[in-house]
């Protein structure tokens, strides 16, 4: 189920994503900009596709004036980092290490803090500088109000056709309390992103001084979503193989397109398309289609060759390296205690829906979405500590196996299964024995919850 409504969310982006490419190569033509507006606008349509969920409540209201803000102060950062290289560069850390501190402030910060770093991350996709006088920042603005209005008309399609169901509701699943005395998540994974993008910039400008945004990049997509050390480590792995098998894929086929052939970009928007559905699958998909159409666009504005191959995967690792050795060793945060605290969050929502099913039928629907909300978020983090739980298990075959933080999935989902059990509509009547299997079932949830307090960290 929740599969199913993550491809069909993705196949609205991939729509979104060709309304937004139209719409700014007809304004490329008419008003005479470079291709960079065309592909910020790209970018920022497929990361709103993931970053925007429909909803109500105040951040709705300003996401256009905030994300045509931010794009003209990116564009002003962008003329930045041509003539002041080190002003630019540290400019730009310290606004993506913005982006993620504000997140300490609520669900609303968190989201107005994806849009800051949106149009920042346009500027490392760009493969070429913007010559003067050309694409001014203004111009960032209309790219940013484009990929906004194509995401917002691609989802009211959806909804109303029925491809796609709106979310009932804004509220967030309430996270579990933070304990005391500790430095706050938001501010440690802030700190990670900064040392992390500002070395990257150090090390790029040194090692690749024109292609420097490769290395920035991939550290920016590794740490970013940071779900605790275990998921920046699988995240960096599968970056670095999906990249390498999409870039070896993609240069011979960027050799068959000679510099700024039309159809090269028409592959280009069938690679991103298909990426965005299979990142519902495994982001390796994402990571090495991503590349391949990197790749391309490069091959676009006449950047080919093997020694440009060596050096992209090189960049590629380089900058994975550093967003896990940031997110290692300083203030790390880890991914058992993140599933943990999400599983615990969903053992509320548990409580708050079997409450609903026995006083409050009319709020069955609303309660059923946050379970189901709150159970996507526990998949979301579960891959690393289920890889870690393998691994110690073969280590110590001959032990009797302990109770790990990755068995709190299997709880959770036998918990989804006692959810879809009692219907779908409010007025309906509940079989006593739904909800006698979703009593079992969230008690199993909080023993294992309990048992894997003490358990080894991921």
Known sequence: ????????????????????????????????????????????????????????????????????????????????????PNAGGTVFTLALGLSVWVRRFGPQAAR???????????????????????????????AAVIAYASVVLARSVADRTGFTAPAPSDEPVRPAPQPRG?????????????????????????AYPDHWPWLVLTAFIVCSGNRGRGDVLHKAGLRVVGAGLGTLAATPLAGLFGPGDRRSIVVI?????????????????????????????????????????????????????????????????????????????????????????????????????RCQEALRRVEEVARPPQLHRLLTRRLSARRRPAAHAADALEAARRCASA??????????????????????????LGRVLRATRPAAAT
């Open 269 to 369: 928007l069938a690679v991103l398309a298909v990426a965005t559905c299979l990142r519902a699958v495994n982001y390796a998909y994402w990571a090495g289609a991503v590349t391949a159409a990197l790749s391309l666009l490069y091959g676009y504005f006449g950047q080919t060759g093997q020694a440009l191959l060596v050096q992209r995967l090189a960049a590629i690792v380089l900058g994975a390296a550093l967003a896990v050795a940031a997110s290692w060793l300083l203030l790390p945060v880890r991914s058992r205690q993140v599933l943990r605290g999400r599983a615990a969050a969903l053992l509320t929502a548990l409580g708050e829906l079997a409450d609903a099913v026995r006083h409050r039928p009319e709020g069955v629907g609303h309660h059923r979405a």
């Open 419 to 444: 959810v879809a059990r009692l219907g779908d509509t409010a007025d309906s009547t509940v079989p006593a024995a739904a909800l006698a299997e979703l009593d079992a079932a969230r008690a199993e």
């Open 182 to 206: 500790r430095v706050a998540v938001s501010t440690r994974m802030a700190l990670q992103m900064t040392v992390a993008v500002g070395a990257s910039f150090a090390l790029g400008r040194w």
């Open 1 to 84: 189920m929740l599969r199913n409504q993550q491809v069909r969310s993705a196949v609205v982006t991939s729509a979104a994503m060709m309304v937004a490419f139209l719409l700014a190569w007809l304004l490329e033509t008419l008003a005479g900009l470079n291709p960079d507006v065309v592909v910020l606008a790209v970018v920022l349509t497929l990361s709103l596709g993931r970053a925007l969920r429909p909803g109500r409540g105040p951040v709705q209201g300003v996401v256009p004036l905030v994300l045509a803000v931010v794009a003209v102060g990116a564009g002003g950062v962008g003329r930045l980092l041509q003539e002041h």
């Open 112 to 142: 107005l803090g994806t849009l800051i770093a949106l149009p920042f991350i346009g500027l490392l996709v760009a493969p070429m500088p913007l010559p003067p006088g050309a694409a001014q920042p203004l111009w960032g603005a209309v």
